[in-house]
């Protein structure tokens, strides 16, 4: 375990169920509940929320946070079986680690009980997934750069695994894409990343088939190739926020100032 200095309190680094974990501590806590953050494919806590300054918004409002490398992505470790990196194996992990943080079962009068969740892309399918699997601890949730399908579970494993053993260039545009992404992805090696998305296609996502009954914000940037799937599934979910930001994309969405504040206030909300 080490200690690390928040910019608005204090933060703890430890790994857990063999995850490493970030619980931050805000020097003048709020009467909410924590909130879990879950970042995307090829990315990490440092990348996708400590770097784009989450860390700070949420730290000022009062919020305790929870942060966790996925597997293979960060610091965490890289198992060799693709079944460590099966979404239910991860999702299962997240709700231990936010409970073992403090996160318990929403009850009347308790302000402070429940979990909040953030996810952004990959994340955003784990987080809708978590909180329709638990609506009795998850209180609300905000997707960034949803979809309300995998996109992942669409690529070409075999022609990316080719590509990576011998140069065999990729047809299709889209697997393309992603192996050059899994190439320059800082931190986490292009074959671990493959094992995730053999993972992804044995455990296929539908927004549809399971809905969360919690109140969500949907986010995405008005360039994000993934755009048209906001009305799909604000169609889908009971209470539900849309925020579209203008010029942003897929990548840089996470940064927005709009979507910090947005999720800041929409989280705050009973």
């Known amino acids: ?9 204090r933060s703890v680094v430890r790994v857990e169920h063999g995850l490493v974990v970030v619980v931050a501590e805000p020097e003048t806590p709020a009467a909410l509940p924590p909130v879990l953050l879950v970042h995307g494919f090829g990315s990490s806590v440092k990348l ?7 860390f700070t918004a949420l730290l000022s409002a009062g919020r305790r946070v929870i942060a966790v490398d996925l597997p293979g992505h960060g610091r965490s470790p890289a198992p060799e079986d693709v079944a460590a990196y ?27 009980s429940g979990l909040d969740v953030v996810g952004y892309s990959l994340g955003s399918r784990l987080a809708w997934e978590l909180g329709s699997a638990h609506p009795e601890t998850v209180r609300r949730i905000v997707l960034g750069g949803p979809s309300h399908d995998d996109p992942l579970a669409q690529l070409d ?31 986490s090696p292009a074959q671990t990343l493959l094992h995730l998305v053999a993972a992804v296609k044995q455990e296929p996502y539908d927004a549809a088939t399971a809905v969360p009954s919690q109140p969500v914000l949907l986010v995405s940037g008005e360039k994000d190739d ?13 209470t539900v926020e849309v925020l579209t930001l203008p010029g942003r994309t897929h990548v840089n969405a996470v940064s927005a100032r709009a979507f910090k504040q947005a999720a800041v206030e929409f989280l705050a909300r009973d």
Do not use: C, H, Y
């Not at 375990?1 to 309190?9: S, Y």
């Not at 231990?96 to 079962?105: F, K, L, Y």
């Open 1 to 9: 375990m080490t200690e690390a200095a928040a910019t608005t309190g």
């Open 48 to 54: 996708t929320w400590e770097q784009t300054g989450w």
């Open 86 to 112: 099966a979404p239910s194996r991860i999702r299962s992990a997240l709700l231990r680690i936010a409970t073992d943080a403090g996160a318990r079962p929403i009850a009347n009068g308790d302000p402070v």
């Open 157 to 187: 494993l075999a022609a990316a695994q080719r590509f990576l053993a011998d140069g065999t260039p990729v047809e299709d545009a889209s697997t393309a894409a992603l192996v050059t992404m899994m190439q320059t992805s800082p931190g």
């Open 226 to 238: 993934l755009v048209d799937s906001l009305p799909l599934l604000e169609k889908l979910v009971p």
